[in-house]
Nanobody, 123 residues
């Protein structure tokens, strides 16, 4: 069992930055690939970024590549998403998720989910 709690969301202007954090419970955190997904109002959930269990492999959605960075600290059971150069289209609820499938990009492959944190980017 893995429980996930996100924090760090908020309201920011276009071009600003936010850092999201996801705290995980459970001693097996380092066994899971971790990812961030987001869902905007009226839209389907979409993949944002994923990181392997070791932190050595990362993948990003094209829409955030070069602006967002995912990282993890297995000693602290946390995963972070640094978001720079934010745009209004980044506005969404951001959720972290855990999967036994290495660096999966499909939400159905993720077993555990946090409640999410709201990110709003004003124009």
């Amino acid at each position: 069992q893995v429980q996930l709690v996100e924090s760090g969301g908020g309201l920011v202007q276009t071009g600003g930055s936010l850092r999201l954090s996801c705290a995980a419970s459970g001693r097996t955190f380092s066994s899971y690939s971790m990812a961030w997904f987001r869902q905007a109002p009226g839209k389907e959930r979409e993949f944002v970024a994923t990181v392997s269990w070791s932190g050595g492999v990362t993948y990003y959605a094209d829409s955030v590549k070069g602006r967002f960075t995912i990282s993890r600290d297995n000693a602290k059971n946390t995963v972070a998403l640094q978001m720079n150069s934010l745009k209004p289209e980044d506005t969404a609820v951001y959720c972290c998720a855990a999967s036994r499938v290495p660096v999966a990009k499909t939400s159905t492959l993720y077993e555990y989910w946090g409640q999410g944190t709201q990110v709003t980017v004003s124009s």
